[in-house]
Structure formats: structure tokens, C-alpha cells
């Protein structure tokens, strides 16, 4: 029956949660001496983390109108996202609704496709979206919440009628239905009146593309409901269907039921369907039949069922309730995005977002920190998402590289592709439209280190299986182009693209990529006892690659380079020269190593340009702080980011509508590596954790449960007025494992039987001879009994709870504080001369001893970040420019690039005034293949 099809479906889904989150110690948990618990009443608890969407006409503000303002649900491919409409004075007259699929792409061929650019024939398409209209005409009050623990939407909207309440939902066990809920319950004086706008299903990207074909125009039909061949009681209403023909021959459709009952509630269920071949109405509407026949209430329940088994894979609470808010409502989206059997998670997730610059899955940085708070979240099944795409087009990713190479060998997109994952002439691109030298080639690399996470955070060998033959194609890329010194014998790497700077042969992101790659290979190799003729030549490969090219400590430009005899010297978004650091952490970052102290300069350098810093890399660079030991840093750069660049309802843009999924994922995962992180072949506990009296200036109290690590470790700690009072660890496959935590001496920990080895090194605890299933739990001078051993969620402030949302949180914080001020160049008084290459600093920096000179002498405020926007001479090649001289045909601004969008400036065409980021003004370098620093971007 369909109700043993739900129930044996949730069994599977929620069994490995519940399995692992019962105890944190499996057969052991019923000795007295090791019952860690997790003390969690997860619906309230949750419940403090709620988006909340709140307005009214008496509150000042505009309504809440905007995609990132949007209550949004999700399945992994199917999504909603409910927000206000305002008409043209700003009055606030009803709602909308977006309908989106992350499975619907163009897919468009000759004679109707443009060889060359993905992103005029095979981009995410557009679906369309409910409007919805109220008796009593303008709202004048709304009020939204996305309930985390039950996956649901609730609403209400007042207009001078009266209220009334919406219900909504994307269901989680699409096995049975693959359908949206909608529900609206209105009093008997008001009507709730819903128009269904289909979009037309054409790239974003037409009037860019030279000869655009648009495809046809939607037809929608409207049918009596059947069930099993028979038509369904007239009063249960149609099914409307809008079927979206493709160039090529193909079609997707948009399907949805309207059921008004007796006492006027309205129940809708949408839903996409694909189709490669067949009729993709009668799919949809089979999934909208299914729905009716299942029932609201049923197929709610198993929705909701879904996730509460969900949600107890892992715990994390922080006495900062805006940051802890943050993080449970990204678990909320990831999960919304993406699940195991479902399709990536690319740059918008199942939210179709209206104008976006990027219909497309980008690699050079956006999907893979996607992917990241997966791991340790415990919940590492869902990158099977990723993964499963790679296996599908593997036959893509070898069509990518040159075909004397193909072989053996496969490359990624040098930057943007469809799902196919087929490398065209985007941007970025070599020769042929191939991933070829000098363009970006690490993005397959970067993916396949992902990969082989899933290997060492599971220790499971299929996996390494699975991986092995990409891996390997991979790893022979970059030995076709690598070449050895006759003299020194080092091994180096052509020139390539480091993404969004420039050529560098050497460059650092290959370098440090494929040094982590033959690494994972030859450990592949190993542990599968597989015989593979090329062994010699990656392990000596391995010995041999050049190191990572920088500059000296302490010299212009210190710190870890672009490339060879390319150093940075403009400011710079993407963190792809400092993969040695993070996140490969190929470096040794022990406390007063040279290591360390190249690390350190080479991050200081980079952030402290910054013109070039936007959003996204203040994740990186919180991560980066922890493995330094700097506490403030980790803290200041994360809440910088969520105060100045992440939207009201926790999404991410670059530009208007260029939505960015990727940035709010890996701020989460810096909040993990904050509590739980491993370097240096160690699990370091609480190492980011900065305390503060205040919680707004760092955090008091911290504690989570079962978190994953390398090694196929479970851990668990509790942190309370500054202070570690307990650190748990089981091992689910047997081993060691190096705990470095603060813990106050002498430790005591359980057991102490032979099943277990401890011995402490320089403060760390060793822990060997674990057996399968085994556990350690530690504890400071004096803790013990029960209470030592529970993890609970921090009291946070209830004041700064459901911070998220509409109109979002208010307070914003200063940015974080300065370091001492650089010297002071010679002959920079306080008349402030210019000085060529130096920037004004000034405000938080201090007085004349915080402030440079720049070469055009005005007085611009940079300001100024501990380990975030350093007071550092900028070089003079991006000098930034007066008003008067941005639009000027100064000569000395030659081989600099024009940008049509200025191109009333000036009359030379080696001449730009680029708007750049928040209304500032700079030079553009033009470098072939690249020019991204436009005023769309």
C-alpha cells in the first residue's frame, strides 16, 4: 500500500540518522561511566533559530519584496520561495510565489545551439510563479516563518477584510509524490484569488548570444483530476498544465492542482517534470494525482517525519544566537538544495532567482564550498549529490581535454558549464574550447579532493573504488603538460590561470592541487592493493614538484605568490594562490614554525588589499585564523561577513540578482572548523572558539555533538565561560587519534581498560589501539558524573533570537580592530605628499601615525581590519584614481581595458572606469581571457 511505501521509505532515510545520533557511543552507551547525552528538546530548541518574516504599513519600511526576502522551501530539486508584491507607488497588494527546479536545463542542438558558450544553450531555465490577491485589496501586515524542525512555511496576510494563512511546504518523500504544498485558509469575509504566471523558459543570457533562437512559447491546459483512469468528484477542482516545448524536441512541465473546499480553504499541489523523450504533462500530472490520492495530511506527516530524523545526525549551539541562528538555518537550506539522490546543489539551488547573471554550475570555487559543512556536519551522504554528477559525465569531463590526451585522461570546465559539465568557450577557455594550458585546470582537482574526503572522513575503501579511475585520469592531466629541470630536477607546471588574477606558470593553485592529488592517488593505490604501472612516475612526481613559489617574509611581496615571477599585487577575491594553507593545509602550522609564520604573512598580505576583498573569502580567511592560533580573527572576519554582505533571509549575491549559494554554506563550515578542526594530523577542539564577555565580541559558551572528522571519528565537546569541560571521541572503524584541546590539567579520562591507550604529548592527548566502535571521553581536574558528561544547547539571547529573516538582523558591529600601524614612508608627514603606490588610510586606523599617501593624493578611507584590511601600501599599478582622472585620457593609463559601459569617458580604447563593487571607482586591467572587472560584475 502507499502508506507501507511511506513508512518503509522513512525507515531508510531516517534509520542512519537515528543510528548514529541515539548515543554517542553505540554498544558501550549503557556503562554508567561513558553516557554522554545530548540534552536537546530540538523543536524548541530549533524554534529560537526560526527565519522570521514580519511587516506592517506602521512599520517605515518597504515590504518585503526582494528574493532575499523570500520564506523559501525545498526537496532538492523542486523549491518555493513567498515574498511580497508591491505595486508601482510601493504599496504592498499581495504575494508571489516562485516555482523552481534545479532539474530543468536548455538542452538545445544544432542548428538551434551557439557552439561555443553553454550559457546560451544548455543554462538553468526559469519556471514561473503564483501571484496571489486578497479581498480587501493592500496588505497592510504580513507575517512569515520557516519552521526548521518540520520543513514548513506558515503565513499570514491581513488586509482590511481580514487574515488570512498559508501553509507550505516542498515534500521530502518526492518517492511517493514529487509535489509542493500550498494551503490557504481565509475567514469567510476575504478571498485568497491565486494566478498562475508561467515564465518564458530562455536564457538569461539571449541578448548576448549572436543569433539567439528563443524557444516557443508555453501552452497551458486545464483537465478534470483523474485517479487511476477515473475522474475524481468535480468539486476537488483541475489540474492546470503548462507544457514548455524545447528546441529540441524535448519539454519540461509546470503542473498544479486547486481544491477549494466547502469551508474555503484553497490546497494546491505544483510540481516540474523533465522529460528527454514522452509526454512531460502527463509525467507532471501523474506526480499531482499521486499527491491527491496520498493526501494533505499524510503525505505532511512523512514530510515532516523526514525532517525530524534529519536535523539529530549532529548538534552545534553557540552563545550567539544570530551566529547559531545562521548556522541551523543553513542546514535547513542544504538539505532544501540538495539531497543524496537529487542534483547538485549549483549557484541557486531549487530558487530560481529572475535576471541572474549565472543560470549555471560554476567550478572554480562556487560548488565546491557548497559542499563543505557536509562533512563535518555529519551528514556526508548528501555530497553523493556531487559525486554521483562526476560519474554521470565522465565521459564529458574526458571530452574536455585535447584528444591525444583523452586516453587517459579528464579535465574540468576552466569556469562554468550546464550539467552536462562540458567545457566550452565560456570564459577562461583554451584551445579548441578545451581545458587546455594556459587556462584554469585545477577545478577537477579541487573537485576530487572533495571526493576523497568522503574516503578519509568515512574510511570507507568503496569509495576510494568509486574515485579511483577519475582520480587517476586527474592526476595524468597534469602530468601530459609537466616538465623536469635538466638541472635541478624539479618538476614544474606550464603556465595556467589562477582563478580571476592571471598566468603564472608554477601557479600556486595547480601546484598545491596537484601535489594533494598524487598524494590521494598514490594513498589510493596503496589501500586498494591495486597494480598500477604509473606508480614510479607519480611517486617521483610527487618528490619532485617544484615548491609553492613566493616571496620572501618581510619583502614587498612576502608570502606565497600567484605563480612564478607573478607575485600579488592587487587586491584579489579568490583565495586560489593559498591552497597550500587552506584549504589542502599542506603546511606544517606548528607554534613558531617557519611554516606558520609563511602562512600568516601570506594571508596578513593578501587581506589587507582591499579593493579586491568581497564576501565570500571572509570564510576562507576565518578558517585560515583558526590554524593560527588567532581566535579574534576567526571570529571578526565571520561576523563581518554576516553584518555587511549576508541578506535578510541568510542568502548571498554578487551583484543584484547573481545569486551565490555557495558563500552562506561555507560560512557554516568555518563555524565547524571553530569548534572542531584537523591539522597537522590532529582534531583540534574549541581552536577558533573566541571568548569575550559579550557575546557580540566573541563567545562565552559553545557545544556540539558528534561532529565528523578524519578518521571516521565522532566528537564531542562542551565549553562554558571560556573554559573546555569535556571532550568526547568514538572511532567507528577503530585507529588513533591526536586531541589538542584546552582542557584544564590534570585530565582525567574514561575508560582506562586496555581497549584503550592514552598518553598526553606537549598538552595533546594521544589516543590509540581504538577498536571498532570504541570511545574516550575527556574530562578537566574535577568534572564528573552525569552532568559533566551532557551536551546541552547554550542560553544564547533571547533577545537576538529568529534574527533572520525580514527585515533581518539590525545590529551591525565595527569592522574588526586594527593591527599597529605600518611604518611610515619616507617623506609622508603629516601635510600628507603623495607618495606613489600608497592608499589614504584613515577613521579606525588612527590619526596621521594610521595614515599613507596616495599617488593621486586624495583622501579615500580604507578601513582597516585586523587580518581583514590591513593599513598596507597598495602597489601603485591599481592605484585608486581621482573622479576627475577616472574619465580622463591619461596616458598613463595605458594597457588598461575599455569598458563599454563607460565608454562615454574618455576616447581611448585601452582606457576604463570600471564601477567596482560598492560605487568605487578603479582601473581595470584587460587580460586575455579575462575581464571580469565590469560594471555587471
Avoid at 533572520?804 to 545590529?811: E, I, Q, V
Wanted: proline share 7%.
Amino acid at each position: 500500500s502507499i502508506m507501507d511505501t511511506v513508512i518503509s521509505r522513512l525507515c531508510a532515510i531516517a534509520l542512519p540518522y537515528m543510528v548514529v545520533s541515539s548515543t554517542l557511543f553505540g554498544a558501550d552507551a549503557s556503562r554508567d561511566d561513558l553516557s554522554v547525552s545530548l540534552d536537546v528538546d530540538w523543536e524548541v530548541f530549533l524554534a529560537r533559530s526560526d527565519p522570521v518574516f514580519t511587516w506592517s504599513v506602521n512599520d517605515g519600511i518597504p515590504p518585503p519584496v526582494n528574493w532575499y526576502d523570500s520564506a523559501f522551501t525545498g526537496n532538492g530539486m523542486l523549491g518555493l520561495m513567498a515574498r511580497a508584491t508591491a505595486n508601482d507607488e510601493g504599496v504592498a497588494d499581495g504575494l508571489r510565489i516562485d516555482v523552481g527546479s534545479s532539474g530543468i536545463w536548455d538542452d538545445r542542438i544544432a542548428p538551434f545551439h551557439n557552439e561555443s558558450n553553454f550559457a546560451c544553450d544548455r543554462p538553468r531555465l526559469p519556471i514561473g510563479i503564483f501571484l496571489v490577491h486578497f479581498t480587501g485589496g493592500a496588505l497592510t501586515a504580513l507575517n512569515m516563518r520557516i519552521h526548521l524542525w518540520d520543513g514548513v512555511v506558515t503565513g499570514n496576510f491581513t488586509t482590511s477584510s481580514g487574515t488570512c494563512t498559508l501553509q507550505m511546504f516542498s515534500s521530502s518523500v518526492y518517492g511517493i509524490a514529487d509535489v509542493s504544498g500550498l494551503r490557504f485558509e481565509c475567514p469567510s469575509s476575504m478571498e485568497a484569488t491565486v494566478t498562475w504566471v508561467p515564465h518564458l523558459a530562455n536564457s538569461t543570457w539571449a541578448p548576448r548570444c549572436p543569433g539567439y533562437k528563443y524557444n516557443p512559447a508555453p501552452v497551458t491546459t486545464v483537465s478534470p483530476m483523474k485517479l487511476d483512469g477515473k475522474h475524481i468528484d468535480v468539486g476537488l477542482g483541475n489540474i492546470t498544465t503548462t507544457v514548455q516545448a524545447h528546441l529540441r524536441g524535448t519539454s519540461h512541465a509546470t503542473a498544479f492542482s486547486t481544491n477549494t473546499s466547502q469551508s474555503g480553504v484553497v490546497t494546491m499541489y505544483v510540481t516540474v517534470a523533465n522529460t528527454s523523450a514522452g509526454d512531460a504533462g502527463a509525467a507532471a500530472r501523474l506526480q499531482i494525482e499521486q499527491a491527491l490520492a496520498h493526501g494533505w495530511e499524510p503525505t505532511l506527516a512523512a514530510h515532516t517525519a523526514w525532517w525530524h530524523a534529519y536535523y539529530p545526525a549532529s548538534f552545534l549551539s553557540v552563545s550567539n544566537s544570530v551566529i547559531e541562528a545562521f548556522y541551523w538555518i543553513n542546514m535547513y537550506k542544504l538539505a532544501s538544495a540538495t539531497r543524496p539522490d537529487r542534483t547538485v546543489y549549483d549557484l541557486m539551488g531549487p530558487w530560481y532567482i529572475e535576471g541572474t547573471a549565472w543560470p549555471d554550475l560554476h567550478w572554480d570555487l562556487n560548488v565546491q564550498l557548497t559542499y563543505w559543512p557536509f562533512f563535518t556536519a555529519n551528514r556526508i551522504e548528501f555530497v553523493q549529490s556531487l559525486t554521483s554528477l562526476m560519474t554521470a559525465t565522465t565521459d564529458k569531463l574526458i571530452g574536455n581535454v585535447m584528444p591525444e590526451f583523452q586516453h587517459d585522461s579528464a579535465a574540468g570546465p576552466s569556469g562554468a558549464s550546464s550539467l552536462e559539465c562540458e567545457e566550452t568557450c565560456y570564459w577562461n577557455y583554451g584551445t579548441d574550447c578545451l581545458t587546455t594550458p594556459p587556462t584554469v585546470t585545477g577545478n577537477l582537482a579541487w573537485i576530487m579532493q572533495l571526493w576523497y574526503d568522503v574516503y578519509r572522513f568515512t574510511q570507507d575503501s568503496a569509495v576510494l573504488t568509486e574515485l579511483y579511475p577519475l582520480l587517476r585520469r586527474t592526476v595524468n592531466f597534469y602530468v601530459h603538460y609537466q616538465t623536469t629541470n635538466a638541472t635541478t630536477g624539479k618538476v614544474h607546471l606550464p603556465p595556467t590561470f589562477s582563478p580571476e588574477y592571471s598566468t603564472a606558470a608554477d601557479c600556486n593553485y595547480d601546484n598545491a592541487l596537484f601535489r594533494y592529488a598524487l598524494t590521494s592517488l598514490i594513498a589510493t593505490i596503496d589501500v586498494l592493493n591495486v597494480t598500477d604501472p604509473q606508480l614510479p612516475v607519480y611517486e617521483s612526481t610527487l618528490r619532485n614538484l617544484t615548491p609553492p613559489p613566493q616571496g620572501p617574509l618581510g619583502s614587498k611581496y612576502p608570502g606565497f605568490w600567484i605563480g612564478e615571477d607573478v607575485p600579488l599585487t592587487h587586491g584579489h577575491r579568490h583565495f586560489s594562490h593559498l591552497f597550500a594553507v587552506f584549504p589542502l593545509k599542506q603546511l606544517d602550522f606548528t607554534a613558531g614554525g617557519s611554516d606558520l609564520a609563511l602562512a600568516e604573512a601570506s594571508v596578513d598580505y593578501w587581506l589587507g588589499m582591499t579593493d579586491g576583498l568581497t564576501g565570500f573569502c571572509r570564510t576562507a580567511a576565518s578558517s585560515m585564523n583558526v590554524l593560527f592560533g588567532r581566535r579574534q580573527a576567526a571570529f571578526t572576519n565571520l561576523t563581518y561577513l554576516l553584518d555587511s554582505y549576508i541578506l535578510p533571509n541568510t542568502f548571498y549575491h554578487e551583484g543584484e540578482n547573481g545569486e551565490c549559494g555557495e558563500t552562506p554554506p561555507a560560512a557554516s563550515s568555518a563555524v565547524q572548523d571553530w569548534m572542531l578542526m584537523e591539522w597537522n594530523g590532529e582534531l583540534h577542539v574549541f581552536a577558533g572558539v573566541h571568548d569575550a564577555s559579550s557575546d557580540d565580541a566573541g563567545l562565552s559558551d559553545a557545544s556540539f555533538y558528534n561532529l565528523r572528522a578524519p578518521g571516521a571519528m565522532l566528537v564531542s565537546g562542551t565549553r562554558a565561560n571560556g573554559t573546555t569541560t569535556m571532550v568526547a571521541l568514538t572511532s567507528e572503524r577503530g585507529g588513533s587519534a591526536t586531541i589538542v584541546a584546552d582542557l584544564m590539567p590534570p585530565v582525567t579520562w574514561q575508560p582506562r581498560n586496555a581497549n584503550v591507550s592514552v598518553r598526553t604529548r606537549d598538552g595533546a592527548l594521544m589516543v590509540t589501539d581504538l577498536a571498532p566502535g570504541a570511545s574516550v571521553v575527556f574530562l578537566p581536574a574535577g568534572a564528573s558524573g552525569p552532568d559533566a558528561l551532557a551536551v546541552r544547547p547554550s542560553r544564547g539571547n533571547a533577545s537576538a533570537f529568529n534574527a533572520w529573516g525580514y527585515p533581518g538582523p539590525t545590529a551591525k558591529r565595527p569592522p574588526p580592530p586594527c593591527p599597529p600601524a605600518p611604518p611610515r614612508p619616507q617623506g609622508c608627514t603629516g601635510g600628507m605628499p603623495t607618495v606613489p603606490g600608497y592608499a589614504c588610510l584613515s577613521g579606525t586606523c588612527g590619526d596621521d601615525d594610521g595614515r599613507v599617501c596616495t599617488q593621486c593624493g586624495t583622501d579615500l578611507c580604507y578601513p582597516t581590519v585586523r587580518n581583514a584590511s590591513l593599513c598596507a601600501p597598495l602597489p601603485a599599478a591599481t592605484a585608486v584614481r581621482t573622479a576627475a582622472e577616472r574619465c580622463s585620457a591619461n596616458p598613463a593609463c595605458h594597457g588598461f581595458a575599455m569598458d563599454p559601459a563607460w565608454s562615454a569617458c574618455g576616447a581611448h580604447a585601452d582606457q576604463v572606469c570600471a564601477k567596482f563593487f560598492a560605487q568605487s571607482v578603479r582601473w581595470a586591467p584587460a587580460q586575455g581571457g579575462w575581464n571580469a572587472w565590469s560594471k555587471a560584475t
